[in-house]
């Protein structure tokens, strides 16, 4: 497999607070790549230049071989932000309806794209309703669904399933996997959630705008010696400092 | 065909805003239809007393609706005036005679004073005149006024109404539009938009015609309220009052829309009104600006609701022709095409691209 994303030695301080620093990873094509760390570790950030909606003051970022920002490549990338950016006065299909039409998708593909969105989310019976009497966990769904409506190559989720019930979160995961080995989608995933970086391919352990440690789960606990995650976390940490 | 998603996206939220449809449609009418009511109220008669007044002096009074209270002797007219409530007190002494006016408006302290001025000098001529038989050969000094705009029916709000026209269309579509791309701002969709293949440029596009056509609709209802039900004169062609508006429209939408980007919320968006758009007010003819210092002028120069106001008043007072206002109007585009611009790039701060 190519890779997917390639980022080239980027760093990124925001006044004086140096928020990336010297960060390098190339992510694989059809595979899930997790960001772990503790809020304020530059996860999102590092997510958003990915995207193309910041960019490095050093350093390069490249997605399917061309250089970010770029225009046209949004159209391969599915975008979840951390927290839940809806028209609330809008219904879950308008909003729907509105980011497939920014993607340019024709009638046929918004049904059917709206459809399987909606039915993997778990949404189809609520898609009528206002966003603004959403629960929280069904605005995180919706959000979701937003990311996948254009069927994009990449997909980037800055915490999907905070605030989403066990089941629907596994069901979640379950789905990202066959959109992996399936569909061969690369999928990036940020997350506090330590069971849910054992399912991810690769890992990255991201702390003070570092990378600590990245590895497959395996490796990584190996490396470590630690049975889970918690463990590998804290080793790390301690290890650099 | 962003563009129209996102005009699309923007009618089904505005028009499920019912309140905010009501201040933009609303709320315009209300204000313009209680200033006419205001303006054009019938003033109430003023009342005079008298003292020591002749009959005659008094019936031509009273003719030019002047109210008369007698009275047989006054020591304190100031007194006299706050007891009974008067505008104005004369008094006769012989060959004397006093008005001691209560002043507490001075416009209608002043047609008083006027008035009773006439009135004393009328008869004084009359006197005169049957004194001297000679001088009724003389004939009467008559002056007749003619007026270049408007008759001698023109009332202040005549003047006023192409100016505050002018200037509920600005206000209202400067707070809505800054205030609707704000939300977008504060509540992160904009954000969210840019990380789609959207151009910025379709985005500021998208905003101004999906407001741009409420403002319309809007800028329609003002204009004909004011003029079939309010009666607001229109010398002018009612097209030209509609374009200069719709000028003003798109030049306040652009103007909300750039400055929504320096505000941080919506109470931050309302504390830009008394910076830009209550000074505009002072400058847009109200005031006669011919009477200013020239730095002032100056300033009105920079000050879009300037041009409109001077060309509304142009068109609907005067009767002024397209050709004549050419001028105002592209004062009112080349405001409207560089805050565009800037728009455009203030949203530089999301995203390079």
């Known amino acids: 497999m190519t890779q997917s994303v390639e980022i080239r030695n980027i760093s990124k301080r925001f006044g004086k607070k140096v928020v990336l620093n010297e960060v390098d990873m190339a ?39 061309t250089k970010m920002p770029n225009l046209k490549l949004l159209q391969d990338i599915g975008y979840m932000a951390q927290s839940d950016v809806l028209y609330t006065e809008l219904t879950g299909k308008e909003n729907l309806a509105f980011f497939a039409s920014l993607y340019q998708l024709n009638r046929a593909q ?45 997909l980037i989720l800055d915490e999907p399933t905070v605030g989403i019930d066990p089941e629907l979160r ?28 054992e399912r991810c391919d690769y890992i990255a352990m991201v702390r003070d705008g570092r990378i600590l440690t990245r590895g497959t789960p395996n490796e990584l606990k190996e490396a470590y010696h630690a049975r889970n995650f918690d463990e590998v976390f804290l080793h790390a940490g301690r290890a650099k400092q | 065909m962003r563009i129209s998603a996102l005009i699309k996206r923007i009618f089904q939220q505005l028009l499920r805003d019912k309140r905010t449809l009501a201040l933009l449609f609303v709320a315009p009418l ?24 002749d009959d005659k002096l008094v019936d031509t009074l009273k003719e030019i609706d002047i109210e008369i209270e007698k009275f047989e002797h006054v020591t304190n007219p100031e007194q006299t005036i706050l007891d009974y409530e008067l505008d104005g007190l004369l008094v006769s002494q012989g060959e004397q005679m006093d008005l001691t006016l209560a002043n507490s408006d001075p416009t209608s302290s002043k047609a008083l004073q006027m008035k009773v001025n006439q009135v004393i000098a009328l008869q004084a001529q009359e006197n005169l005149v049957s004194q001297l038989p000679t001088l009724s050969e003389i004939p009467k000094m008559e002056l007749e006024t003619n007026y270049v705009y408007g008759s001698d029916d023109t009332v202040f709000f005549d003047v006023l109404s192409p100016i505050l026209i002018g200037f509920f269309v600005f206000f209202f579509v400067f707070l809505i539009s800054g205030i609707g791309l704000l939300k977008e701002r504060t509540t992160g969709t904009l954000e969210r938009l840019l990380s789609t293949p959207i151009r910025r440029g379709e985005i500021v596009t998208a905003y101004l015609v999906g407001f741009g056509i409420f403002a319309m609709i809007q800028t329609v209802i003002v204009v004909f309220f004011a003029i079939t ?33 320096f505000a941080a919320s919506e109470f931050q968006m309302v504390q830009f009104i008394p910076v830009a758009v209550i000074p505009q007010i002072f400058f847009s003819g109200i005031i006669p600006l011919e009477g200013m210092a020239t730095w002032l002028q100056a300033i ?21 022709g397209f050709t004549d206002i050419i001028q105002n109007l592209l004062a009112l585009v080349i405001f409207a095409v560089i ?9 530089k701060k999301y995203r390079a691209l």
């Open chain 2, 30 to 53: 209300l204000i313009l239809s209680l200033m006419y009511v205001m303006f054009n109220g019938n003033n109430s008669e003023p009342v005079l007393g008298v003292v020591n007044i």
């Open chain 2, 339 to 347: 805050f565009i611009i800037l728009n455009v790039f203030a949203l």
């Open chain 1, 170 to 197: 596994l069901a979640i995961w379950n789905e990202l996997i066959r959109l992996k080995s399936e569909e061969g989608k690369t999928i990036i995933v940020t997350t506090h959630v330590m069971e849910e970086a």
């Open chain 2, 300 to 320: 009105a120069k920079i000050m879009p609701l300037y041009y409109a106001a001077d060309a509304l008043k142009g068109v609907m007072y005067q009767g002024l």
């Open chain 1, 110 to 154: 918004t049904e059917e794209r709206i459809a399987y969105t909606s039915k993997l989310v778990n949404l189809t019976d609520d898609l009528n309703k206002k966003v603004a009497l959403y629960s929280g966990g069904m605005k995180r769904r919706l959000s979701l669904a937003i990311a996948l409506i254009q069927n994009p190559k990449i």
């Open chain 2, 229 to 261: 039900v309010l009666d607001v004169t229109l010398e002018g062609s009612i097209w030209n009052v509609l374009i200069i508006n719709l000028l003003l429209a798109l030049v306040a939408l652009s103007l909300g829309i750039l400055l929504s980007a």
């Open chain 1, 27 to 65: 992510i694989k094509g059809g595979s899930i790549y997790g960001f772990i760390g503790p809020s304020g570790a530059g996860k999102t950030t590092l997510i958003k230049m990915i995207v193309g909606m910041d960019s490095p003051d050093h350093g390069s970022i490249e997605v399917l071989g």
